[in-house]
Nanobody, 122 residues
Framework: QVQLVESGGGLVQPGGSLRLSCAASGFTFGTYWMYWVRRAPGKGLEWFSTISTGGNTNYANSVKGRFTISRDNAKNTVYLQMNSLKPEDTAVYYC????????????????WGQGTQVTVSS
């Protein structure tokens, strides 16, 4: 049974930091590209970060320089370090997995997590 379980969300003040984790099981994690996607209140899904099987990363302009994606294949886990958080980062954050590269905006991943809420507010 495939599972992606996000954790680490919560309430943080503007300028603060959070680290999200996504624990994977039920598939060969090291052979999958991993993605982070979010849905802000009243808006659609937004891709913002990718990490390849080889560790190459890609970011949307909205988070570049503030967010860092990483993976630990030994732990079957992908991480998202979020710094300098802004109120507009408030969203439900999802991790997703695909057996190959998915272009930003396509969102047709093989597996999805259930999401974790991140709220940036004073």
């Amino acid at each position: 049974q495939v599972q992606l379980v996000e954790s680490g969300g919560g309430l943080v003040q503007p300028g603060g930091s959070l680290r999200l984790s996504c624990a994977a099981s039920g598939f060969t994690f090291g052979t999958y590209w991993m993605y982070w996607v979010r849905r802000a209140p009243g808006k659609g899904l937004e891709w913002f970060s990718t990490i390849s099987t080889g560790g190459n990363t890609n970011y949307a302009n909205s988070v570049k320089g503030r967010f860092t994606i990483s993976r630990d294949n030994a732990k079957n886990t992908v991480y998202l370090q979020m710094n300098s958080l802004k109120p507009e980062d408030t969203a439900v954050y999802y991790c997703a997995a695909a057996s190959g590269r998915i272009s930003p905006g396509r969102l047709n991943y093989d597996y999805w997590g259930q999401g974790t809420q991140v709220t940036v507010s004073s």
